[in-house]
């Protein structure tokens, strides 16, 4: 890590999450944060880390959070007041070896981004800032969805194999996965790429509300 640098330590994560309880519906706010305080790594090559840029953090909340796996390390990052300038320097400052993610940064962090893209020696015309939706159900509206199965597993990206569609059984899982979400205390979010309008218009028949465009990046 560069000279710039402060770790948030772990038993002050909970003072970083409860400045994000005022709004719920951020991917990168209180929910995020409240997964990892209580996520368990796999195993000893995995490690959460959170990043800040100043001894202020408690009170402009500015974090990056690096989650590295195996082969592939992810990266959140975002402020409730602090200077983007400074969460910026921060994401430079970051040192990551390999194959990683940027995930669900707003429209304000695409500069960010693009300079951290730039000071890794990359082509900017190479960056894609991959365009998603962000959907939300209210809780009090994940009740009313009827499910007639109960599927087993877990969810990340939903895909039906082409044979299989027209069927009921991409808003099926969707149902049985927003009901356990809510047994969570966690909000019901969905991101969809832009593009996808077949399963924008999924999401939107079953009274999912668009809230937000985040972006995705990928950095070699």
């Given at each position: 890590?560069?000279?710039?640098?402060m770790?948030?330590?772990?038993?002050?994560?909970?003072?970083?999450?409860d400045?994000?309880?005022?709004?719920?519906?951020s991917?990168t706010?209180?929910?995020?944060?409240?997964?990892?305080?209580?996520?368990?790594?796999?195993?000893?090559?995995?490690?959460?880390?959170?990043?800040?840029?100043?001894?202020?953090?408690?009170?402009?909340?500015?974090?990056?959070?690096?989650h590295?796996?195996?082969?592939?390390?992810?990266?959140?990052?975002?402020?409730?007041?602090?200077?983007?300038?400074?969460?910026?320097?921060l994401?430079?400052?970051?040192?990551?070896?390999?194959?990683?993610?940027?995930?669900?940064y707003?429209?304000?962090?695409?500069?960010?981004?693009?300079?951290?893209?730039?000071?890794?020696?990359?082509?900017?015309?190479?960056?894609?800032?991959?365009?998603?939706?962000?959907?939300?159900?209210?809780?009090?509206?994940?009740?009313?969805?009827?499910?007639?199965?109960?599927?087993?597993?877990?969810?990340?990206?939903?895909?039906?194999?082409?044979?299989?569609?027209?069927?009921?059984?991409?808003?099926?899982?969707v149902?049985?996965m927003?009901?356990?979400?809510?047994?969570?205390?966690?909000?019901?979010?969905?991101?969809?790429?832009?593009?996808?309008?077949s399963?924008?218009?999924?999401?939107?028949?079953?009274?999912?509300?668009?809230?937000?465009t985040?972006?995705?990046?990928?950095?070699?």
């Amino acid at each position: 890590m560069g000279s710039t640098t402060m770790e948030i330590t772990r038993d002050q994560w909970a003072v970083l999450r409860d400045l994000y309880a005022g709004d719920r519906t951020s991917l990168t706010g209180y929910d995020l944060l409240e997964f990892f305080i209580n996520f368990q790594p796999l195993s000893d090559v995995e490690s959460i880390k959170i990043y800040t840029t100043d001894q202020n953090w408690s009170v402009h909340g500015s974090y990056i959070i690096i989650h590295k796996m195996t082969k592939v390390s992810f990266l959140y990052l975002d402020t409730i007041k602090g200077p983007l300038k400074d969460l910026g320097s921060l994401l430079c400052a970051i040192n990551i070896k390999g194959y990683h993610l940027i995930n669900a940064y707003g429209e304000d962090f695409k500069p960010l981004v693009e300079q951290y893209w730039l000071k890794r020696g990359q082509d900017l015309n190479k960056l894609e800032h991959q365009g998603t939706v962000v959907y939300h159900l209210p809780s009090s509206e994940v009740q009313n969805l009827k499910t007639e199965e109960s599927p087993h597993g877990s969810l990340g990206n939903l895909y039906v194999l082409s044979d299989h569609r027209r069927k009921g059984l991409g808003s099926m899982v969707v149902r049985f996965m927003a009901k356990e979400i809510l047994k969570t205390g966690s909000e019901v979010l969905a991101t969809v790429v832009l593009e996808n309008k077949s399963s924008r218009n999924m999401f939107e028949k079953m009274g999912f509300r668009p809230i937000n465009t985040l972006y995705w990046a990928v950095i070699p």
